[in-house]
C-alpha cells in the first residue's frame, strides 16, 4: 500500500466545493470593507527608531548610502521601509487565507529576466523577506507602491485611484482565472516580456517603447555584460574594479588577520553551494575555477546587508560566470508570523522564490559560513544581471502605471495561487469589486503616513540623528 503524503502546510485537506464554501465563509466573518482600515495609533514606533535599529546589524559604512537613497524621494523611502510597513500590516485586519508571500511586493521588484531557456519573462524578482502569512499584506504593499508612486509622478487623485483599483482587480481576476485551472496549467503559467510590452502600448502611447527598451537593455545584461562592466584584466588576470564603496575588491577590506581566513571561507563557500545544487547544475558548476570576490551595493532596501560578487571562469576569459551572493537576515514579516523551519534563511530565500516566480534560476543556492569578520551568516547565490531589468516607472504615464500594475496584480496572484488554496482566495475576493476599493483606501491612506514617514527621515538627517551619504554612483 502506498504511503500517504502529508498535507501541504496551509492546504485544508476538504473538497474544492468545501473550501470555496470556507472562502464565502469568510467573506461573510471578514467583509471586505474591513480591509480599508488603517489609522496610526499611539502605539506605532518610529519610523526613523525602526531604521536606526536596523543599521545596528549592517555594515556601518554602508548604513548612510541607504539613508540617502531612502530620502530621495517618497517612493525611494517606501522601497526602504519594508520592516515599518511589515509592522503596520500586523495590525490590520486578514481573512486567514495564507500563502506564500513575497514579502515586500512593491512595484521595482517585479521585473524581466531570463529563464533557463533563455526567454525573458515578467515576474516577481525579489525574495529577501518571503515567508508564509495572509495574503492581504502582499496585496496592500503592491497596492500602497502603486499609490506612492503615482504620487511623486504627480498623478491626480482620480488617475491614481484609478491605477491601484486597476492593479487590485487584477489580482482578483487573475485569482478567478487560476482558480478555474488544473493544477499543471497553473504552474506553467507565464508573462512574457512581450506580452507584457503589448499590454502597455495597448494601454498608453510611449509605455509599449519603455518595456521595449528595457527588454533590449535586458537582451545584453547578462554575464558578459557584467564580466564588461565591472571586471579589470591585467596581467592576464582577472580581477573585480575597485570603485567604494560601491564596488570593492575583497583584499581592500580585510585586514591582516582576515586574510589568514580568505581561503577558507572561500572554500566552504564553494563547498556548501555545491552541495545545496541539483546535481546536473553541481556538475556545471564545477567546471569554474573560482577567481575573485568583491563587495558590492545594490538596492535600496538591501543596503548595508552584506553583498559579494564571485567571478568564476570556464574555458577561459570569455567564459565568466558572476555570481551574487546576498546576505539572508531574518524576513521582517518573522515578528508577526511564524518562524522559517528552514536551517538556513538563505534557503528561506531560495525555497519561497521556488514557490512563487515564474521560472527560477537554476543557480539558486544559500550558505551559512562564519566570515572574515568572525560572525557567522546567513547567505544565498544568484546569477548577477540575468537578463534582468526593471521597468521605470518614472517614464509611465498614468494609463502605463495602470497598465503595468495590471500585470503585477496578476503576476502577485499567480505566486499566491501556486501555495495557497487557491479556491478558497477566489471564492472571499468575489466576483464584486468592493474588495478592490477597499484596498484602494488602504492605499491612499497609508501613502500619507509614508509622506509623514518620509519627512521624518528627512528630519532626522538634517538634524544630524542619522547619516547619510549621497554617494549613488
Known amino acids: 500500500m502506498a504511503t500517504a503524503l502529508p498535507n501541504a502546510e496551509y492546504l485544508p485537506e476538504m473538497p474544492v466545493r468545501e473550501r470555496i464554501a470556507r472562502g464565502e465563509e469568510l467573506a461573510r466573518q471578514v467583509p471586505h470593507e474591513l ?35 531612502m530620502a530621495s524621494s517618497a517612493f525611494a523611502h517606501f522601497r526602504g521601509a519594508a520592516a515599518v510597513m511589515a509592522a503596520d500590516l500586523a495590525t490590520t485586519p486578514t481573512a486567514g487565507l495564507q500563502a506564500q508571500l513575497c514579502g515586500d511586493a512593491h512595484l521595482l521588484n517585479f521585473g524581466i529576466f531570463a529563464t533557463p531557456e533563455r526567454g525573458l519573462v515578467f515576474g516577481l524578482n525579489d525574495f529577501d523577506e518571503t515567508l508564509p502569512g495572509p495574503i492581504e499584506w502582499d496585496v496592500k504593499r503592491l497596492a500602497a507602491s502603486v499609490e506612492v508612486a503615482a504620487r511623486d509622478l504627480g498623478f491626480t487623485d482620480r488617475e491614481r485611484k484609478t491605477a491601484v483599483v486597476a492593479t487590485v482587480r487584477a489580482y482578483r481576476e487573475a485569482m478567478a482565472e487560476f482558480a478555474d485551472e488544473g493544477e499543471l496549467d497553473l504552474w506553467h503559467h507565464r508573462l512574457p516580456s512581450q506580452a507584457l510590452e503589448e499590454r502597455l502600448r495597448a494601454a498608453a502611447k510611449g509605455a509599449g517603447k519603455e518595456v521595449d527598451r528595457k527588454v533590449r537593455k535586458a537582451l545584453h545584461k547578462d554575464h558578459l555584460h557584467a564580466f564588461d562592466r565591472l571586471i579589470d584584466c591585467e596581467d592576464g588576470e582577472s580581477r573585480f574594479i575597485s570603485q567604494p ?100 534563511q538563505g534557503r528561506r530565500v531560495v525555497e519561497g522564490q521556488r514557490l512563487m516566480q515564474t521560472s527560477a534560476d537554476q543557480l539558486l543556492g544559500w550558505y551559512q559560513l562564519t566570515e572574515w569578520d568572525g560572525l557567522e551568516h546567513d547567505f544565498y547565490a544568484r546569477q548577477l544581471w540575468d537578463g534582468k531589468a526593471s521597468v521605470d516607472v518614472s517614464r ?78
Not at 591582516?256 to 546536473?280: A, D, I, M, S, W
Open 35 to 69: 480591509h480599508a482600515s488603517w489609522a496610526e495609533d499611539g502605539s506605532r514606533e518610529e519610523t526613523v527608531a525602526i531604521l536606526e535599529q536596523q543599521a545596528t546589524v549592517r555594515v556601518p559604512e554602508l548604513v548612510p548610502i541607504r539613508h540617502a537613497r
Open 245 to 344: 564603496p560601491l564596488i570593492v575588491p575583497v583584499e581592500e577590506l580585510l585586514d591582516e588577520e582576515q586574510r589568514g581566513r580568505y581561503t577558507e571561507v572561500v572554500q566552504e563557500f564553494l563547498r556548501q553551494y555545491r552541495n545545496c545544487l541539483q546535481p546536473h547544475t553541481r556538475t556545471m558548476i564545477e567546471r569554474y575555477r573560482f577567481m575573485h570576490v568583491a563587495r558590492k551595493v545594490v538596492g535600496v532596501g538591501s543596503v548595508g546587508t552584506r553583498c559579494w560578487v564571485i567571478l568564476m571562469l570556464g574555458r577561459d576569459e570569455s567564459d565568466p560566470l558572476l555570481l551574487q551572493l546576498k546576505e539572508a537576515m531574518p524576513s521582517v514579516l518573522e515578528p508577526y508570523l511564524a518562524p522559517t523551519p528552514y536551517e538556513c
Open 396 to 473: 509611465l504615464s498614468a494609463v502605463g502605471l495602470r497598465s503595468y500594475g495590471e500585470a503585477c496584480g496578476w503576476t502577485l496572484a499567480r505566486g499566491h495561487a501556486r501555495s495557497g488554496d487557491r479556491f478558497a482566495m477566489a471564492a472571499y475576493l468575489g466576483d464584486s469589486d468592493f474588495f478592490d476599493h477597499a484596498i484602494a483606501e488602504f492605499a491612499d491612506r497609508y501613502a500619507d503616513t509614508n509622506a509623514d514617514d518620509h519627512a521624518s527621515l528627512v528630519r532626522a538627517i538634517a538634524e544630524g540623528r542619522i547619516a547619510a551619504s549621497e554617494t549613488d554612483t
